[in-house]
Structure formats: C-alpha cells, structure tokens
C-alpha cells in the first residue's frame, strides 16, 4: 500500500516537473515566433511609409499642376474677352475705313483696310483655336480637360494616401501588439510565472489574428 502511493506520488511530481518545462519551452518558441513577425511588420510599415511619402509628394504635384492649368484657363478666358473687344474695335475701324474710300486719301484709307482685316483675320483665328475641341492645343476645351485630369489624379491620390495610413496603422498596431507579447512572454520566462505568460499569449495572439486577417481578406483596422 506504501509503495503503491509512493509510486503515485512519484508519477504526479514528474508531471507537475514536465508540465511548466514543456510550458516555457512553448514560451520559448512563441518568443522566437512572435520576435520574428515583429520585425516583419515594422519593416512592413517602413515601407509602407516610404510610398505613403511618394504618393504625398505625387499628389502635391497633381495638385500645382492643376491649379497651373487652372491659372491659364482663366488666363485665356480673359484673353478672349480681350480679343473680342479688339475684333469689335477693328470691325469699326472697316466701317470707317469704307465709309472713307469715297474720300480723296483713298490710299491711305486702304491700307488701313489692309491692316485692319490682317488683324481682324488674325484675332479671329485665335479665337477660334479657343473655342476648338480638347485635341486642339491650347483651347479652352484642352485646358479645362488637363484640369479636371490633374483633379482626378489628385483625388485618387489621396484616396490611396488614405488606403496606405489604414495599412500602415495596421502594422503599427500589431507591433504594438506583438512586442507587448513578447515583452510579457520574456518577464514570464525569467520569473517562471505562467499567469504573465499567459497574457503574452493573449496579446500576441490578438496581434497575429489582426495580421492574418489583413493578409488573407485584406481588412484594415
């Protein structure tokens, strides 16, 4: 009878001595684990943080350009007021002049014919390369399409800046996460306390859900 519950007792000390070594051993891996995936998602968000930069820089750009565009299309619209008011001023300067052939300086007065219709022909040319479709160079059409273009490529740009900082939140958060898994899991391994490393489990493994999560369906935090 002795002997029988010596031998039990023997069984549950083994046990109670396997349990907390395959325990940290666990531990230990989770650690090496855990350690690894921080450094992949820090780097992760490095990167991520780099073409977040680009793309600030691109969509500033798109957005001088835009406003550049802008500036010669309000340029030009004031040019046409102008030309129509000199084409206006040219017409009379015909009327007059026809008015005059009659007059004994008729030469005079047709070369002043001349120069009025070179200039009438002129100012009507350039109003008409305003008034072309956008293909033409320098209309109206073509300037306001190189704006609304600038706009739209600003516009993807910042919805993608936006997509880019909920990604690079995401890593951030599970870094966050990760290294507070580790940080519980090492004093856990130290001072040979479970409870702690329990939570480092807990924290580590919420960090890790979040990272397959957004690797496999793509969903951001």
Do not use: C
């Amino acid at each position: 009878m002795d002997n029988s519950n010596g031998n039990s007792n023997n069984r549950a000390n083994q046990t109670n001595h396997q349990n907390p070594a395959k325990f940290y051993l666990i531990l230990s891996i989770y650690l090496i684990a855990v350690s690894i995936l921080a450094v992949y998602t820090t780097t992760a968000a490095s990167e991520y943080g780099l073409e977040k930069d680009d793309l600030q820089t691109q969509s500033l750009t798109h957005l001088l350009k835009s406003t550049d565009w802008l500036s010669d299309y309000e340029e030009q619209r004031l040019g046409e007021k102008i030309l129509q008011a000199d084409i206006d001023n040219v017409n009379l300067t015909l009327h007059s002049t026809n008015n005059n052939n009659n007059s004994h300086n008729f030469t005079a007065a047709n070369m002043n014919s001349q120069q009025a219709k070179y200039y009438l022909h002129k100012y009507q040319s350039y109003i008409e390369t305003l008034h072309a479709n956008k293909t033409v160079e320098g209309s109206l059409a073509n300037l306001r399409s190189k704006v609304e273009a600038e706009n739209s490529a600003y516009e993807k740009s910042i919805d993608h800046i936006s997509e880019v900082s909920k990604i690079i939140t995401t890593y951030e958060l599970v870094t966050i996460l990760l290294i507070i898994g580790a940080g519980l899991g090492g004093i856990a391994e130290i001072a040979k306390n479970r409870i702690i490393g329990y939570s480092g489990f807990i924290s580590g493994g919420i960090g890790i859900i979040i990272l397959l999560v957004f690797l496999l369906v793509g969903t951001t935090v």
